[in-house]
């Protein structure tokens, strides 16, 4: 492949079917960005450590380690475009890809995202509404900011936290000696963030190509089980102009931060219906799996058309959605469930569309796979997560 080089000008370059996307990462994110490009005619290669990462079955596999150079160059000598499919791909990596091959998202994106600081400064800067947060250096100074934030606050380090892993909730006295303890010895830096009394998680998927071209999907509302995303339900049971300034957050957060690609914008929405931005992905994102059922054009093809300077897809919401993740201890009941006759399914006018992601362990929490339930109303699709009691007390 000839590598168009990402210096110059590249906004009218269209990257066309029968063209090779490379990607770095081989996980469930890369196998359904790839399995919808298979469709549109795209070739694929990933770089993935694991021998059975998911993305392999649909994309030539370069088994390799995220920092190995070498192995990144042949991705890039095999690719006419490189994309990344989460965000803790190696930054030193991805620079020195850019000198030579052509990645539209870019090193600054990644370099933003993969550290919270960063991030809020950036979105601050923007004029985007973000909790208030500090830089915390020592436990005194974790003390004295709680107390200014009035006596609360959510302990985090700024970088490699994910599904709740590298944070802290400070409620009461002591929470924060405790919470410096167990986060200062990952050595990362860390932030405090004032606690946000949020009513709802939000979440909106925005996509830009190269020419500057803005879509958005519709906003899902978010509900978490032990730090894990576990449904996603859309439309969000929010006003229309929540939706509304949902969107045009993601949009302006978009354009601000100058993005080619997906950017998934996770929001909290307060009890007087104010949106504050917690935190931003730019690659697909778990709480928009509900458009590969649900929508017009699903997240992964948006991106590859963003990436790929097509012009991007309607993101028209088609039917009341409700996705659920499958996580390794859903594994057994949800097999058992899809196998036999559906019979909640069928009274409740539900229908499940099962992904699976191919991973040969199932470990607990380990997310295997989610399922889109189409319905006429996002109620009956909840009563089926209830009734079908594979989630039991979430
Ligand atoms: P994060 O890793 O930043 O996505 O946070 C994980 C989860 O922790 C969020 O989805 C919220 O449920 C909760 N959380 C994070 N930050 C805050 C905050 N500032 N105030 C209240 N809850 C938070």
Not at 3 to 14: A, F, I, K, L
Not at 29 to 34: E, T, V
Not at 276 to 288: C, T, Y
Not at 340 to 358: F, I, S
């Amino acid at each position: 492949m000839t590598p168009t080089g990402n210096q110059g000008d590249h906004t009218s370059v269209r990257i066309q079917p029968g063209a090779t996307i490379g990607v770095l990462g081989g996980g469930q994110l890369g196998r359904m960005l790839a399995l919808d490009g298979l469709r549109m005619g795209y070739r694929f290669v990933t770089l993935d450590p694991s021998p059975d990462a998911p993305c392999a079955e649909a994309a030539r596999h370069i088994q390799a380690d995220f920092g190995d150079i070498e192995a990144a160059g042949r991705l890039a000598s095999m690719s006419d475009v490189i994309t990344y499919e989460f965000e803790n791909v190696s930054l030193e990596v991805v620079e020195k890809l850019e000198q030579g091959a052509y990645l539209p998202q870019g090193g600054h994106l990644l370099h933003m995202t993969q550290h919270r600081l960063r991030e809020k400064d950036a979105l601050s800067k923007a004029g985007i509404p973000v909790a208030p947060y500090a830089k915390i250096e020592s436990l005194a100074e974790l003390e004295q900011q709680v107390a200014l934030f009035g006596g609360q606050g959510v302990l985090k380090t700024a970088t490699g936290g994910y599904d709740g892993k590298g944070q802290r909730m400070i409620r009461r006295q002591g929470d924060a000696e405790q919470a410096y303890k167990e986060l200062s010895i990952l050595g990362a830096e860390l932030v405090l963030e004032a606690f946000i009394p949020f009513q709802l998680e939000l979440s909106v998927i925005a996509a830009r190509n190269s020419d500057g071209d803005i879509a958005t999907f519709p906003v899902a509302e978010n509900r978490h089980a032990d730090h894990i995303l576990h449904l996603s339900i859309v439309p969000a049971r929010v006003p229309e102009a929540v939706q509304q300034e949902a969107e045009r957050l993601a949009r302006q957060i978009a354009e601000a931060l100058d993005v080619v690609g997906l950017i998934a914008v996770e929001m909290f929405m307060t009890a007087d219906n104010q949106l504050i931005v917690n935190e931003l992905a730019p690659r697909p994102h778990n709480s928009g799996h509900y458009t590969m059922d649900a929508c017009m054009t699903s997240q992964f093809e948006q991106h590859l058309r963003a990436i790929c300077n097509l012009p991007l897809g309607d993101t028209t919401l088609r039917t009341p959605v409700v996705m659920v993740n499958l996580l390794g201890e859903h594994r057994k009941d949800m097999l058992q469930w899809l196998v036999e006759d559906d019979a909640v399914a069928e009274k409740l006018h539900v229908t499940p569309k099962l992904h699976w992601y191919g991973k040969s362990e199932a470990l607990p929490k380990r997310k295997m796979g989610h399922i889109n339930l189409l319905a006429s109303d996002v109620e009956s699709a909840l009563q089926w997560v209830k009734q079908t009691n594979i989630w039991r007390n979430q």
